[in-house]
C-alpha cells in the first residue's frame, strides 16, 4: 500500500486542481493562502484544537463569556448503545450534532421527537460516530478528536419562534472583526451574504447564493462583535459563529479553518481582497 500523501502536498494538490493556482503559503497573498499557512503553522495547536470539539469549547466558552451564551445541553454519547435512556428524557425538541463535524451535514433538527424513530436516530448517530472530518480538507484539529454526539436545546428567534435563526459568522484578524457572513435557511433554502463589522454589504458570493432580498443588521450587532472579539483574544485568526435571538445571543462554534483553504469566492478577486484583511 501507497503511503499517504503528506499534508503539505495534498494541500498544494487540492488547491491547484480547485483554483488553477499553486498555494503561497510561505508569502500568503489570498484569504486561502493564508489559511492553508495558519493550518501548516500550528499556531496555538492545543487550544485550536480544544476549541474545534463541541463538547469541550463549552467550557472555553463558560470561562470567556458566561453560561448565558451557551445553549442548553441535554446529553452527551460517545456510543450508540446508551442512545434509549438518553431518548426517554430529552424534551419534545432539541438538535443532535456531531462534537467532531465541522458543517452542517453533522447537524440535525429535531421538531417532534414523537414523529422520528429511534432507529433512524440511531443508525444516524452511529455514521456519525464511526465518521472523521478530518479527512475532507487535512484539517489537524480534527486529526486525533474524539467522536460524541450532543443533544442541545433548539434555538427559536424571539420574533418567530418557528424560524430557523441566522448563523452569523464573525471573522477575527487580529483580534477584530472584519468580515460578517450571514447564514439564512440554512436548512431549508440556503442563501448566504457577507457584510463588514458596519454591516456594508460586501458584494460577493461563498458557496452559496445571495439572497434576493435585503438582509437587515441582528437587534445584538454590538453584542455580537464583543462576544466574537472576547473568545478570539488568543488567536491571529479565528471564525466565532453567534445566533441573535433578540433576547440573547447564543454561541454556535468556532471554526479555526473556515473552508479549509479551499473556498471558491465571487467574484474570483474577493479572494486577494479578504487576504489583505490578516495583515
Known amino acids: 500500500m501507497a ?6 502536498w495534498y494541500y498544494r494538490i487540492r488547491h491547484l486542481v480547485r483554483h488553477r493556482r499553486l498555494p503561497r503559503m510561505r508569502d ?3 484569504y486561502n493562502d493564508h489559511i492553508l499557512a495558519l493550518m501548516v ?4 495547536a492545543e487550544l485550536r484544537t480544544r476549541v474545534s470539539d463541541k463538547v469541550e469549547v463549552r467550557s472555553y466558552v463558560r470561562d470567556a463569556l458566561g453560561e448565558a451564551y451557551l445553549p442548553e445541553l441535554y446529553g452527551v454519547l460517545d456510543e450508540v448503545g446508551a442512545l ?3 431518548w426517554a428524557e430529552l424534551p419534545p425538541e432539541f438538535v443532535i450534532k456531531a462534537s467532531h463535524g465541522a458543517d452542517s451535514n453533522w447537524v440535525r433538527i429535531v421538531r417532534d421527537k414523537e414523529g422520528v424513530p429511534l432507529e433512524q436516530v440511531s443508525g444516524l448517530c452511529g455514521e456519525w460516530l464511526g465518521g472523521s472530518h478530518f479527512g475532507a480538507a487535512r484539517e489537524y484539529v ?3 478528536m474524539r467522536p460524541r454526539i450532543l443533544f442541545e436545546e433548539r434555538l427559536r428567534p424571539a420574533s418567530d419562534p418557528e424560524a430557523i435563526p441566522n448563523d452569523y459568522k464573525l471573522f477575527v484578524f487580529n483580534g477584530e472583526v472584519r468580515l460578517i457572513v450571514v447564514d439564512l435557511g440554512r436548512f431549508e433554502q440556503h442563501t448566504r451574504a457577507l457584510f463588514t463589522r458596519d454591516w456594508a454589504l460586501i458584494p460577493g458570493g461563498l ?3 445571495r439572497p434576493k432580498h435585503a438582509v437587515p443588521p441582528p437587534p445584538n450587532l454590538d453584542g455580537l462583535i464583543r ?3 472576547r473568545l478570539a483574544r488568543p488567536f491571529s485568526f479565528i471564525r466565532v459563529d453567534l445566533y441573535d435571538l433578540g433576547d440573547r445571543i447564543v454561541f454556535g462554534e468556532m471554526t479555526n479553518f473556515p473552508g479549509g483553504g479551499n473556498s471558491r469566492f465571487t467574484p474570483r478577486r474577493l479572494d486577494a481582497e479578504l487576504g489583505r484583511l490578516f495583515a
Do not use: I
Request: glycine share 0%; net charge neutral.
Open 84 to 86: 434509549p435512556r438518553l
Open 142 to 144: 480534527y486529526r486525533e
Open 41 to 44: 503553522s500550528r499556531e496555538n
Open 28 to 30: 500568503p497573498v489570498t
Open 3 to 8: 503511503a499517504p500523501l503528506p499534508d503539505l
Open 207 to 209: 458557496k452559496f447564493p
Open 227 to 229: 462576544a466574537a472579539e
